[in-house]
């Protein structure tokens, strides 16, 4: 299982309850990730060749990719490597957010123009991107930022106004509505991760009526592909029972 979402966890469990033997793998971008109730690993293959030869080492018959979307590089080293080892592979996906009635969503396609997006007079802005990728809003210096990460930063973000808030996921609405109060936040920039895990500050800037710059998702390569848990357990049972 390649992991690092709050759905990949909740399949953890549910792979731990079916008692199906599988290792949890993480990428290693957080100090201490979350332990599961399978045996994990952390760190990279190597790139195709090293996922590979992991597959081939540790007889692994089937992969589920439940990466978060925008680790589209893990997505198709996935996709290349189990074409070349000969193993199954399933992407446990979520589908997009949508936007609502009274929503304020600048669609943008990639962090450079999530950038451009925030030309403009100083503004309060959530960045809710993680700790990769702030460096590239130095560009647009005249605004106050306010990252949310799930480790303190070991060197401090070039930004010249920012504030820090350390915290791991997922989050809730009413807690997100408190923390945009309390930094008088006024606009959101995120990713269109989908799904529940990291939902709360979409409902959030609707609440309190706040534009959000969102950035689509990468391209990611067509793939066997279920929505939950359930139907990944039920992808490997037919792969039993068809053995
Ligand atoms: P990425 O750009 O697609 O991947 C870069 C490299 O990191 C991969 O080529 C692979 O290294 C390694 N890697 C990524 N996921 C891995 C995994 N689950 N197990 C082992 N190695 C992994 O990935 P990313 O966007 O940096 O995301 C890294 C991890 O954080 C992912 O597991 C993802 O689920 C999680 N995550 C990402 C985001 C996001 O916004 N991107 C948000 C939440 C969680 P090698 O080539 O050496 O194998």
Redesign the pocket.
């Known amino acids: 299982m390649?992991?690092?979402?709050t759905e990949?966890s909740a399949l953890a469990r549910a792979v731990a309850d079916a008692g199906i033997a599988a290792t949890f793998?993480?990428?290693?971008?957080v100090d201490s990730p979350k332990v599961q109730p399978i045996p994990q690993r952390v760190?990279?293959?190597?790139?195709v060749a090293?996922?590979v030869r992991y597959l081939r080492e540790h007889n692994i018959t089937h992969v589920v990719d439940?990466?978060?979307p925008?680790?589209?590089?893990?997505?198709r080293?996935a996709d290349h490597a189990c074409t070349e080892a000969g193993v199954a592979l399933l992407a446990l996906t979520r589908a997009p957010w949508a936007a609502e009635a009274g929503d304020t969503w600048t669609h943008v396609p990639d962090i450079a123009s999530a950038v451009e997006a925030l030309g403009g007079i100083a503004r309060r802005v959530m960045l809710a991107?993680?700790r990769?990728h702030i460096e590239d809003f130095a560009a647009q210096p005249q605004h106050h930022y306010v990252l949310r990460l799930v480790d303190a930063p070991v060197q401090q973000p070039s930004l010249p106004h920012h504030s820090v808030v350390v915290a791991r996921g997922p989050f809730d609405v009413a807690g997100d509505i408190a923390l945009f109060k309390e930094h008088a936040v006024d606009i959101v920039v995120c990713?269109n991760?989908g799904g529940v895990g990291a939902d709360a500050k979409i409902h959030a800037a609707r609440a309190l009526g706040l534009p959000v710059v969102m950035i689509d998702r990468p391209a990611l390569p067509a793939r066997r592909e279920v929505a939950t848990a359930q139907a990944v357990l039920d992808w490997v049972a037919e792969a039993q029972h068809g053995a």
């Open positions: 390649l992991g690092g979402t990949a793998s993480y990428a290693g971008r760190g990279g293959f190597g790139g090293g996922l439940a990466t978060h925008f680790a589209a590089q893990m997505s080293n991107l993680g990769m990713k991760a």
